[in-house]
Protein backbone atom coordinates (compact mmCIF):
# COMPACT_ATOMS: atom_id res chain seq x y z
CA UNK A 1 0.00 0.00 0.00
CA UNK A 2 1.19 3.58 -0.69
CA UNK A 3 1.98 5.86 2.57
CA UNK A 4 1.09 9.11 2.25
CA UNK A 5 3.23 11.30 5.02
CA UNK A 6 1.75 14.73 5.75
CA UNK A 7 4.10 17.74 7.45
CA UNK A 8 3.46 19.41 9.85
CA UNK A 9 0.72 17.97 11.46
CA UNK A 10 -0.16 21.01 13.40
CA UNK A 11 0.27 24.72 11.61
CA UNK A 12 0.05 27.87 13.13
CA UNK A 13 -0.25 30.78 11.15
CA UNK A 14 -0.73 34.40 11.44
CA UNK A 15 -3.96 35.97 8.81
CA UNK A 16 -2.29 37.13 5.99
CA UNK A 17 0.39 35.18 5.85
CA UNK A 18 1.67 32.02 3.80
CA UNK A 19 1.15 28.47 4.68
CA UNK A 20 2.81 25.35 3.53
CA UNK A 21 1.77 21.79 3.63
CA UNK A 22 3.81 18.48 2.41
CA UNK A 23 2.98 15.62 1.34
CA UNK A 24 5.33 12.44 0.64
CA UNK A 25 4.33 9.26 -0.94
CA UNK A 26 6.13 6.19 -0.34
CA UNK A 27 5.69 5.78 -4.00
CA UNK A 28 5.81 7.90 -6.96
CA UNK A 29 2.48 8.70 -8.18
CA UNK A 30 2.71 8.84 -11.49
CA UNK A 31 0.08 6.38 -13.34
CA UNK A 32 1.16 4.89 -16.54
CA UNK A 33 -1.23 6.98 -17.96
CA UNK A 34 0.87 9.80 -17.46
CA UNK A 35 -1.28 11.28 -14.66
CA UNK A 36 -0.43 11.86 -10.79
CA UNK A 37 -3.73 11.34 -9.01
CA UNK A 38 -2.24 13.30 -6.03
CA UNK A 39 -5.68 15.27 -4.60
CA UNK A 40 -5.82 17.59 -1.64
CA UNK A 41 -8.72 17.95 0.66
CA UNK A 42 -10.05 20.57 3.37
CA UNK A 43 -12.34 20.18 6.10
CA UNK A 44 -13.29 22.86 8.22
CA UNK A 45 -14.85 22.22 11.89
CA UNK A 46 -17.90 20.56 11.60
CA UNK A 47 -18.32 20.17 8.21
CA UNK A 48 -17.95 17.18 5.57
CA UNK A 49 -14.25 17.33 3.69
CA UNK A 50 -14.18 19.28 0.64
CA UNK A 51 -11.44 18.89 -2.81
CA UNK A 52 -9.43 21.69 -3.14
CA UNK A 53 -7.23 20.82 -5.75
CA UNK A 54 -7.37 17.32 -7.77
CA UNK A 55 -4.29 16.12 -9.99
CA UNK A 56 -1.65 17.89 -7.93
CA UNK A 57 -2.52 21.47 -9.13
CA UNK A 58 -5.73 21.66 -10.65
CA UNK A 59 -7.89 23.74 -8.26
CA UNK A 60 -11.72 22.81 -8.07
CA UNK A 61 -14.86 25.04 -9.02
CA UNK A 62 -14.72 28.11 -6.47
CA UNK A 63 -11.99 27.30 -4.76
CA UNK A 64 -10.15 30.48 -4.38
CA UNK A 65 -6.59 31.06 -6.05
CA UNK A 66 -4.91 31.79 -2.98
CA UNK A 67 -4.73 28.02 -2.75
CA UNK A 68 -2.28 26.35 -4.99
CA UNK A 69 -1.14 23.05 -5.90
CA UNK A 70 2.28 21.67 -6.57
CA UNK A 71 4.76 18.83 -6.93
CA UNK A 72 5.68 15.90 -8.85
CA UNK A 73 6.84 11.76 -8.40
CA UNK A 74 6.73 11.32 -4.67
CA UNK A 75 6.29 14.77 -3.18
CA UNK A 76 3.72 17.59 -2.93
CA UNK A 77 3.00 20.56 -1.57
CA UNK A 78 -0.11 22.68 -1.05
CA UNK A 79 0.51 26.72 -0.47
CA UNK A 80 -2.06 28.90 0.59
CA UNK A 81 -1.00 32.57 -0.40
CA UNK A 82 -2.32 34.57 2.62
CA UNK A 83 -4.63 32.84 4.96
CA UNK A 84 -7.76 33.84 5.85
CA UNK A 85 -9.68 33.23 8.67
CA UNK A 86 -12.22 30.64 7.12
CA UNK A 87 -9.25 28.39 5.80
CA UNK A 88 -8.94 27.38 9.78
CA UNK A 89 -9.44 23.06 9.26
CA UNK A 90 -7.64 20.14 8.71
CA UNK A 91 -6.08 19.44 5.45
CA UNK A 92 -5.26 15.99 3.57
CA UNK A 93 -3.78 14.62 0.45
CA UNK A 94 -4.37 11.63 -1.22
CA UNK A 95 -3.75 9.19 -3.72
CA UNK A 96 -5.70 7.52 -6.73
CA UNK A 97 -2.57 6.12 -8.54
CA UNK A 98 -1.97 2.51 -6.72
CA UNK A 99 -5.09 1.55 -5.69
CA UNK A 100 -6.43 0.05 -3.94
CA UNK A 101 -6.59 1.10 -1.61
CA UNK A 102 -6.83 4.69 -2.02
CA UNK A 103 -5.07 6.06 1.15
CA UNK A 104 -4.91 9.40 2.78
CA UNK A 105 -2.16 11.47 4.92
CA UNK A 106 -2.66 11.85 8.10
CA UNK A 107 -3.95 15.44 8.18
CA UNK A 108 -2.69 18.79 8.99
CA UNK A 109 -4.42 20.99 11.27
CA UNK A 110 -4.12 24.28 10.19
CA UNK A 111 -5.28 27.46 13.01
CA UNK A 112 -5.01 31.06 13.74
CA UNK A 113 -2.12 31.92 16.02
CA UNK B 1 -27.09 21.52 -7.42
CA UNK B 2 -25.32 18.45 -7.72
CA UNK B 3 -26.01 17.08 -3.83
CA UNK B 4 -25.35 13.50 -2.31
CA UNK B 5 -27.48 12.77 0.69
CA UNK B 6 -26.53 9.98 2.96
CA UNK B 7 -28.94 7.64 5.66
CA UNK B 8 -29.09 4.78 7.50
CA UNK B 9 -27.15 5.41 10.03
CA UNK B 10 -27.70 4.78 13.55
CA UNK B 11 -26.62 2.31 16.78
CA UNK B 12 -25.83 -1.11 16.09
CA UNK B 13 -24.49 -3.76 18.53
CA UNK B 14 -21.14 -5.57 17.99
CA UNK B 15 -21.93 -8.60 14.91
CA UNK B 16 -25.14 -6.80 13.86
CA UNK B 17 -26.04 -5.08 10.39
CA UNK B 18 -26.39 -2.03 8.73
CA UNK B 19 -27.29 -0.27 5.21
CA UNK B 20 -26.72 3.14 4.63
CA UNK B 21 -27.62 4.71 1.66
CA UNK B 22 -26.77 8.05 -0.62
CA UNK B 23 -28.97 9.49 -2.65
CA UNK B 24 -27.43 11.73 -5.90
CA UNK B 25 -29.11 14.43 -7.52
CA UNK B 26 -28.12 17.20 -9.89
CA UNK B 27 -25.87 15.40 -11.97
CA UNK B 28 -25.92 11.48 -14.49
CA UNK B 29 -25.32 9.73 -11.39
CA UNK B 30 -24.66 6.42 -13.79
CA UNK B 31 -21.91 8.25 -15.69
CA UNK B 32 -19.75 7.98 -12.37
CA UNK B 33 -17.73 5.94 -10.33
CA UNK B 34 -18.86 6.41 -6.72
CA UNK B 35 -16.63 6.18 -3.40
CA UNK B 36 -17.19 5.31 0.49
CA UNK B 37 -14.99 6.68 2.83
CA UNK B 38 -15.11 6.78 6.92
CA UNK B 39 -13.85 9.07 9.38
CA UNK B 40 -13.94 7.62 13.15
CA UNK B 41 -14.33 10.09 15.68
CA UNK B 42 -11.45 12.67 15.89
CA UNK B 43 -9.15 10.64 13.23
CA UNK B 44 -8.64 11.16 9.68
CA UNK B 45 -10.11 9.93 6.49
CA UNK B 46 -9.96 6.03 6.04
CA UNK B 47 -11.34 5.38 2.04
CA UNK B 48 -13.74 2.36 2.58
CA UNK B 49 -15.03 1.12 -0.95
CA UNK B 50 -15.81 1.94 -4.76
CA UNK B 51 -18.17 1.27 -7.46
CA UNK B 52 -17.65 1.24 -11.39
CA UNK B 53 -20.61 3.44 -13.04
CA UNK B 54 -22.34 0.20 -13.92
CA UNK B 55 -21.50 -1.61 -10.57
CA UNK B 56 -19.40 -4.47 -12.91
CA UNK B 57 -16.38 -3.62 -10.33
CA UNK B 58 -15.90 -2.88 -6.93
CA UNK B 59 -12.62 -2.61 -4.64
CA UNK B 60 -12.56 -2.38 -0.84
CA UNK B 61 -10.18 -1.51 1.85
CA UNK B 62 -8.56 -4.72 3.31
CA UNK B 63 -10.40 -4.16 7.39
CA UNK B 64 -14.04 -4.19 6.20
CA UNK B 65 -13.26 -7.10 3.01
CA UNK B 66 -16.12 -9.79 3.24
CA UNK B 67 -18.27 -7.87 5.51
CA UNK B 68 -19.13 -4.85 3.50
CA UNK B 69 -20.96 -5.01 -0.23
CA UNK B 70 -20.88 -1.60 -2.11
CA UNK B 71 -23.56 -1.57 -4.48
CA UNK B 72 -25.54 0.85 -6.88
CA UNK B 73 -29.42 1.68 -8.11
CA UNK B 74 -28.49 3.81 -11.85
CA UNK B 75 -32.26 3.84 -11.62
CA UNK B 76 -33.28 4.97 -8.60
CA UNK B 77 -29.44 7.57 -8.67
CA UNK B 78 -28.82 5.34 -5.03
CA UNK B 79 -25.84 4.39 -3.72
CA UNK B 80 -25.68 1.64 -0.88
CA UNK B 81 -22.95 0.49 1.61
CA UNK B 82 -24.20 -2.64 3.45
CA UNK B 83 -22.02 -3.56 6.48
CA UNK B 84 -22.44 -7.13 7.97
CA UNK B 85 -20.65 -8.38 11.29
CA UNK B 86 -19.91 -4.85 12.22
CA UNK B 87 -17.05 -4.42 15.09
CA UNK B 88 -16.65 -1.36 17.57
CA UNK B 89 -13.72 0.01 15.44
CA UNK B 90 -16.11 0.38 12.29
CA UNK B 91 -17.68 3.80 14.18
CA UNK B 92 -17.47 6.03 12.07
CA UNK B 93 -19.49 9.02 9.48
CA UNK B 94 -19.65 7.16 6.59
CA UNK B 95 -19.81 9.81 3.39
CA UNK B 96 -20.52 9.13 -0.05
CA UNK B 97 -18.41 10.91 -2.84
CA UNK B 98 -18.48 10.98 -6.37
CA UNK B 99 -15.76 9.51 -8.37
CA UNK B 100 -12.52 7.32 -7.25
CA UNK B 101 -11.12 11.16 -6.86
CA UNK B 102 -13.89 12.35 -4.41
CA UNK B 103 -15.13 15.47 -6.11
CA UNK B 104 -18.36 15.33 -4.34
CA UNK B 105 -19.09 14.50 -0.60
CA UNK B 106 -22.20 14.57 1.32
CA UNK B 107 -22.74 15.28 4.85
CA UNK B 108 -22.44 11.67 5.90
CA UNK B 109 -23.97 9.60 8.35
CA UNK B 110 -22.83 8.62 11.82
CA UNK B 111 -22.58 4.59 12.77
CA UNK B 112 -21.80 3.49 16.18
CA UNK B 113 -20.65 0.27 16.88
CA UNK B 114 -21.61 -0.55 20.76
CA UNK B 115 -23.24 -3.05 23.11
Known amino acids: DVVMTQSPLSLPVTLGQPASISCTSS???????????LHWFQQRPGQSPRRLIY???NRDSGVPDRFSGSGSGTDFTLKISRVEAEDVGVYYC??????????FGQGTRLEIK | EVQLVESGGGLVQPGGSLRLSCAASGFMFSSYWMSWVRQAPGKGLEWVANIKRDGSETYYVDSVKGRFTISRDNAKNSLYLQMNSLRAEDTAVYYC????????WGQGTMVTVSS
Open chain 1, 27 to 37: QSLVHSDGNTY
Open chain 1, 94 to 103: MHGTLWPPIT
Open chain 2, 97 to 104: ARERALAI
Open chain 1, 55 to 57: KVS
